[in-house]
């Protein structure tokens, strides 16, 4: 016998919707893990956090309606991923940005760091002159810029740029 779990196309989608999310907070506390037990280089994880936060911050938006609270969907669907929900909804940068330990010492370094703070800056900048103005088309652009900010050794924590 066969089980559908769906009755049509909008009903199919959403849970292949859910099944993204679920996906995406496994991946990113798996994610966690791996780089707390230093199996992951901080190059790397960062660049797939990032990846995972992106991802997540996209879907999240497009399921306001169908998934209002991230939290009830993580009760609903028993996910026990504290480390992935920090990462994803509460600091929304990686462990390395977030705790600066990929921030470059050199001074070459130091000058690339800077280099990609002004482009992040410059794009954000453009974008608004553009008019792109919704939160989903500037959120992300903000996001590279702030992560740029923080590889920055010369720029505190407490900096209110950031």
């Known amino acids: 016998m066969e089980v559908k779990l769906w009755h049509d196309k909008r009903e199919r989608e959403m849970y292949e919707n859910f099944a993204d999310l679920f996906a995406i907070i496994k991946a990113t506390e798996k994610l966690e893990k791996a780089y707390v037990r230093d199996v992951v280089s901080p190059a790397d994880y960062e660049a797939e956090c990032l990846k995972l936060i992106a991802q997540f911050k996209t879907l999240a938006s497009s399921l306001k309606e169908t998934v209002p609270s991230i939290d009830r ?70 996001s590279d810029l702030w992560a740029s900010l923080s590889k920055l050794p010369q720029l505190s924590s407490e900096f209110e740029g950031k």
């Not at 969907?73 to 977030?98: H, I």
């Not at 470059?104 to 370094?109: P, R, T």
């Not at 690339?112 to 652009?141: C, G, R, W, Y």
């Open 73 to 142: 969907f993580v009760d609903t669907y028993k996910l026990d991923c504290p480390a992935a929900l920090n990462r994803l909804m509460v600091s929304g940068v990686p462990a390395t940005v977030e705790h600066r330990t990929v921030a470059a010492s050199s001074s070459a370094g130091s000058t690339l760091a800077v280099a990609e703070s002004v482009q992040h800056f410059i794009t954000a900048m453009d974008s608004l002159k553009l008019n792109m103005v919704a939160v989903d088309q500037v959120h992300p652009l903000l």
